[in-house]
């Protein structure tokens, strides 16, 4: 079956503990990117990679790291998070525009 | 400021009614597509239109992009309870450097 699968689903984390979340994707595409769903704002895109070793900045990267050694992961990194960055984030594959979304990742930072 | 309003915010109905959801900018877009959203899952795709004035259809739901390509609409006919959910619009065009920007949504309740 194909999807996208992240991990882990819910995180509650306190200020300053470096984590990170895991998205892995079986359909071979070359596009994958990382968005944050906050009330009223809708989806934000935080970075996006075209493919492998090659990531650029979406709308709202500050605090935010990413990397893309292999074509079917893409890991997001928040090395010091803030309360702030309390959201529900979402990875993503692409194919043209067409995006096709994990399952979520609840954040919350105390 | 959303590039992409979309009204209402909030819709709650009985089942059996219809309603329409409208996506609505003053950019061009070369595309537009329309997404929904169950609880604790992610966007789904429903729909991609790329054509002015295209409608296209999927059972009850009618999707129309409009002449200019700066707006479109949701119409669902005889709404279901399974209809429930956050539906997203989301467009992409030269002016957003080709990247796809959201809608903020329309939460959608169908009441039994």
């Known amino acids: 079956e194909a999807q996208v699968t992240q991990n882990p689903r819910y995180l509650i984390t306190v200020t300053g503990k470096k984590l990170t979340v895991t998205c892995s994707q079986n359909?071979?595409?070359?596009?994958m990117s990382w968005y944050r769903q906050d009330p009223g704002l809708g989806l934000r895109q935080i970075y996006y990679?075209?493919?492998?070793?090659?990531?650029d900045k979406g709308d709202v990267p500050e605090g935010y790291k990413v990397s893309r050694k292999e074509k079917r992961n893409f890991p997001l990194i928040l090395e010091s998070p803030s309360p702030n960055q309390t959201s529900l984030y979402f990875c993503?594959?692409?194919?043209?525009?067409?995006?096709?979304f994990g399952p979520g990742t609840r954040l919350t930072v105390t | 400021t959303q590039l992409l309003e979309q009204s209402p915010q909030f819709l709650s109905i009985q089942e059996g009614e219809n309603l329409t959801v409208y996506c609505n900018s003053s950019?061009?877009?070369?595309?537009l597509q329309w997404y929904r959203q169950e609880p604790g899952e992610g966007p789904v795709l429903l729909v991609t239109?790329?054509?002015?004035?295209e409608v296209k259809k999927l059972k009850r739901l009618t999707f129309q992009f409009g002449d200019a390509r700066k707006d479109s609409s949701l119409h669902i006919t005889a709404a279901q309870p399974g209809d429930t959910g956050l539906y997203l619009c989301?467009?992409?065009?030269?002016?957003?450097?080709?990247?796809?920007?959201f809608g903020a949504g329309t939460i959608l309740r169908v009441k039994s």
């Open positions: 950019s061009v877009f070369s595309s």
């Open positions: 990679s075209m493919n492998v070793e090659v990531t």
């Open positions: 359909m071979n595409h070359e596009y």
């Open positions: 989301a467009g992409a065009g030269a002016e957003y450097g080709n990247k796809l920007v």
């Open positions: 993503a594959t692409a194919v043209g525009y067409e995006q096709y």
């Open positions: 239109v790329v054509t002015g004035g």
